[in-house]
């Protein structure tokens, strides 16, 4: 079975969440890794796995980093770690798929969809799209505060977006070498 590792360089990691009810925050995971095996140019014969490293979150605030780092929300000091691992991959529309799979957070471990539009296949690796939301209290993050305005501070819903960028795995390019 082929393996292909997220090129953490050329991938991007972002959401975002409403803020304040009149705002949203976006950001990023700066440390990640993850594992495609199988096919890139059909993801339903294909299996994925993925790490994300939560201190390495960047709002462009750093008091901001810090509180989600913090207890109040992903408490990364005992949880360092996020992870995704796909159960089924299965054509939506359009040359699209949409996978399902275990999303792990705080130690919660609830099924995420996220949706995978292939931007670019070549026989080196694969560019994709991916598209999900989650909400954040169904993981264990409910810190909130009532603005005075009416309303609260933090949304519920945490769009994600990612591009994902698959490599061959260099143990993959080894073993097809001849020797």
Aim: glycine share 6%.
């Amino acid at each position: 079975m082929n393996r292909w590792k997220v090129d953490r360089i050329a991938s991007t990691v972002g959401f975002s969440v409403p803020h304040m009810m009149v705002s949203t925050v976006t950001g990023t995971f700066e440390e990640f890794s993850g594992e495609l095996q199988g096919n890139i140019a059909d993801l339903t014969k294909s299996k994925i796995n993925f790490q994300v490293i939560v201190p390495s979150i960047q709002t462009k605030n750093r008091d901001r980093d810090l509180h989600l780092c913090s207890k109040d929300f992903f408490d990364a000091q005992i949880f360092p770690q996020m992870t995704f691992t796909s159960r089924s991959i299965y054509n939506d529309t359009d040359g699209k798929y949409q996978m399902s799979g275990d999303l792990t957070v705080k130690n919660t471990t609830k099924r995420a969809v996220f949706y995978i539009t292939p931007k670019e296949v070549t026989i080196f690796g694969a560019t994709y799209l991916v598209e999900g939301e989650i909400k954040r209290k169904d993981f264990g993050l409910m810190w909130n505060r009532a603005i005075e305005a009416g309303g609260v501070m933090v949304g519920d819903v945490i769009d994600i977006q990612m591009t994902i960028v698959v490599s061959k795995d260099e143990e993959n390019i080894k073993q097809q070498q001849p020797e």
